[in-house]
């Protein structure tokens, strides 16, 4: 069955980075988009891009531009999304998700803290 | 640039049929496939409609989906209604390249 399995919850200091990890299993993995999605405490879901694993393109929604990096082991399966220069405002529930007919799989999600 | 604007709540009674919104700011909301997700608390979210008006499997047939381009909104509907049912549900769109979602709908049943 498709599965996402995301990385650990984080705990990071303001002007870090972070790298949060979603591997893939159950499915041919070049076939189907990967999307990151956030969601702040008591908020909604926020877009932040989407990977495709087949060469690696990229496209970052438009407030993450130049604090997101999107990659990928395809021999692990497995997307990556970095981000940088946290503030507390970063605190949030990181999502992964498939692109094939609507975001019809997601990762269970992992928890970003961002404090001082 | 679009934004797809939801009401903060809903409430309806069990066995009730409730249909949720969401208008697109601008331009055709025929223009780009819509779909909506359930999310649970302390859950990720979970597709319910895609493409407008289709169903994952394992969805039940209370869960239908639409567009009207008279007044360039979307619709979630869902009858025979559960306590089950109660949740947060997001509308998402294309902007081109980009996902655009909705603010989110809070449904209760009582």
């Known amino acids: 069955q498709v599965q996402l399995v995301q990385s650990g919850a984080e705990v990071k200091k303001p002007g870090a980075s972070v790298k949060i990890s979603c591997r893939a299993s159950g499915y041919t993995f070049k076939i189907y988009y990967i999307h990151w999605v956030r969601q702040a405490p008591g908020q909604g879901l926020e877009w932040i891009g989407r990977?495709?694993?087949?060469?690696?393109?990229?496209i970052t929604a438009q407030s993450f531009q130049g604090r997101v990096t999107m990659t990928m082991d395809t021999s692990a399966t497995t997307v990556f999304m970095e981000l940088s220069s946290l503030g507390p405002e970063d605190t949030a529930v990181y999502y992964c998700?498939?692109?094939?007919?609507?975001?019809?799989?997601w990762g269970q999600g992992t928890l970003l803290t961002v404090s001082s | 640039n679009f934004m797809l604007t939801q009401p903060h709540s809903v409430s309806e009674s069990p066995g009730k049929t409730v249909t949720l919104s969401c208008t697109r700011s601008?331009?055709?909301?025929?223009?780009?496939?819509v779909q909506w997700y359930q999310q649970r608390p302390g859950s990720a979210p979970s597709c319910v409609i895609y493409?407008?008006?289709?169903?994952p499997s394992g969805v039940p047939d209370r869960f239908s989906g639409s567009i009207d381009t008279s007044s360039n909104s979307a619709s979630l509907t869902i009858s025979g209604l559960k306590t089950d049912d109660e949740a947060d549900y997001y509308c998402q769109s294309y902007d081109g390249d980009n996902q655009v979602f909705g603010g989110g709908t809070k449904l209760t049943v009582l």
């Open positions: 493409e407008h008006k289709e169903r």
């Open positions: 601008s331009g055709n909301i025929g223009n780009n496939y």
């Open positions: 998700s498939r692109g094939g007919s609507g975001n019809d799989h």
């Open positions: 990977l495709n694993p087949s060469g690696g393109s990229t």
